[in-house]
């Protein structure tokens, strides 16, 4: 199945809608969903994980009322959202103060149960796409269950593709080698200043006609900015100072050709064949503006060839 729409390969990630590092309210959720459709975007993705529920409810509020048929919808198995007792802050990243907790659950009821609770926290009657999320330390549980019971659904019309979300390229290519599969979800590990994918999940892409959506394309934000913030992070922990040096040289090189940072890791995962688009997490409506006007700038061709020079990028990187 096609995840973008054909011209526009740029789609909303959802984390920030959970309160991802900080709190965001309902209305500035909502009001990212609608800037994100207002621009042209339509693919949204989602998870349980992020805000424990709340995101998948946010997203949900934000695309009511739109035409089902226009956009595509992914979220992810792999943790399963309960109620306990009394109400505690979240311990993995989000600003959320519930009652509500996660576990992992990889088995065919656990699937099962997490796609109808994306459902209806989402108020949808389809997923079309589902990716197993996380199975860092659970790949037999993932292999024995997760994916054969993804499959089925497949088979069965109820979803329309499967894959994996990861933030490593190890375990997805063994899942793209082995497992019948459409689709993956990269996150970190193809950017301007972390390509490694290259070495491993996408030529096994290429291989075997899966499709790649690359997220993470900031780095958590060490890209997000024409220069490295204050306190910039990488993956979500304190930037080391040899990331934020390569950054700030990477931003010298654009800066000389007239651009920026951002704008150039914005179109770069764009340019390998087996990537068919990103997904950019966005906290406010105007960050999903800024975004939109990065990903329409159009970035020198003589940018990509001075970082290879300066070897600051690798010579086998595909370039626009």
Same mark, same amino acid.
């Given at each position: 199945?096609?995840?973008?729409?054909?011209?526009?390969?740029?789609? #909303? &990630?959802?984390?920030? #809608?959970?309160?991802?590092?900080?709190?965001?309210?309902?209305?500035?959720? $909502?009001?990212?969903?609608?800037?994100?459709?207002?621009?042209? %975007?339509?693919?949204?993705?989602?998870?349980?994980?992020?805000?424990?529920?709340?995101?998948?409810?946010?997203?949900?509020?934000? +695309?009511?009322?739109?035409?089902?048929?226009? =956009?595509?919808?992914?979220?992810?198995?792999?943790?399963? $959202? =309960?109620?306990?007792?009394?109400?505690?802050?979240?311990?993995?990243?989000?600003?959320?103060?519930?009652?509500?907790?996660?576990?992992?659950?990889?088995?065919?009821?656990?699937?099962?149960?997490?796609?109808?609770?994306?459902?209806?926290?989402?108020?949808?009657?389809?997923?079309?796409?589902?990716?197993?999320?996380?199975?860092?330390?659970?790949?037999? @549980?993932?292999?024995?269950?997760?994916?054969?019971?993804?499959?089925?659904?497949?088979?069965?019309?109820?979803?329309?593709?499967?894959?994996?979300?990861?933030?490593?390229?190890?375990?997805? *290519?063994?899942?793209?080698?082995?497992?019948?599969?459409?689709? $993956?979800?990269?996150?970190?590990? =193809?950017?301007?200043?972390?390509?490694? &994918?290259?070495?491993?999940?996408?030529?096994?892409?290429?291989?075997?006609?899966?499709?790649?959506?690359?997220?993470?394309?900031?780095?958590?934000?060490?890209?997000?900015?024409?220069?490295?913030?204050?306190?910039?992070?990488?993956?979500?922990?304190?930037?080391?100072?040899?990331?934020?040096?390569? !950054?700030?040289?990477? !931003?010298?090189?654009? @800066?000389?050709?007239? *651009?920026? +940072?951002?704008?150039? /890791?914005?179109?770069?995962? #764009?340019?390998?064949?087996?990537?068919?688009? $990103?997904?950019?997490?966005?906290?406010?409506?105007?960050?999903?503006? *800024?975004?939109?006007?990065?990903?329409?700038?159009?970035?020198?061709? /003589?940018? %990509?060839?001075?970082?290879?020079?300066?070897?600051? #990028?690798?010579?086998?990187?595909?370039?626009?």
């Amino acid at each position: 199945m096609r995840l973008f729409p054909e011209g526009q390969r740029v789609g #909303l &990630g959802g984390a920030p #809608l959970g309160s991802l590092l900080g709190e965001v309210t309902d209305a500035e959720a $909502i009001a990212t969903v609608n800037a994100a459709w207002d621009e042209g %975007w339509r693919y949204f993705d989602t998870a349980p994980h992020y805000g424990l529920g709340l995101a998948e409810e946010r997203l949900g509020l934000g +695309l009511a009322g739109k035409p089902r048929s226009e =956009y595509v919808l992914s979220s992810k198995v792999g943790r399963i $959202i =309960y109620e306990a007792d009394a109400d505690a802050p979240d311990d993995e990243g989000f600003a959320v103060n519930t009652r509500r907790r996660r576990r992992w659950d990889f088995s065919r009821d656990g699937v099962l149960r997490s796609i109808e609770d994306s459902l209806r926290r989402i108020g949808t009657d389809r997923l079309d796409v589902v990716f197993v999320h996380d199975p860092d330390d659970h790949f037999e @549980e993932a292999v024995a269950t997760a994916f054969p019971t993804l499959i089925e659904l497949r088979e069965q019309g109820v979803i329309g593709a499967i894959g994996s979300g990861m933030n490593q390229s190890a375990m997805l *290519t063994r899942f793209v080698r082995e497992v019948d599969i459409d689709v $993956i979800m990269l996150a970190g590990r =193809y950017t301007l200043i972390d390509p490694d &994918g290259l070495d491993d999940v996408l030529p096994a892409c290429l291989e075997n006609d899966v499709q790649v959506v690359a997220v993470g394309i900031f780095n958590s934000g060490l890209m997000s900015q024409p220069r490295p913030a204050a306190g910039t992070t990488f993956n979500y922990e304190p930037a080391a100072q040899a990331l934020i040096d390569k !950054a700030n040289k990477l !931003a010298d090189v654009c @800066e000389s050709h007239g *651009t920026t +940072l951002p704008a150039a /890791a914005i179109a770069f995962p #764009l340019a390998h064949p087996a990537v068919a688009g $990103i997904a950019v997490g966005c906290r406010t409506a105007e960050e999903v503006q *800024t975004n939109a006007t990065l990903a329409r700038t159009e970035v020198p061709t /003589a940018l %990509w060839s001075d970082l290879k020079s300066a070897g600051l #990028l690798r010579e086998d990187a595909p370039t626009p």
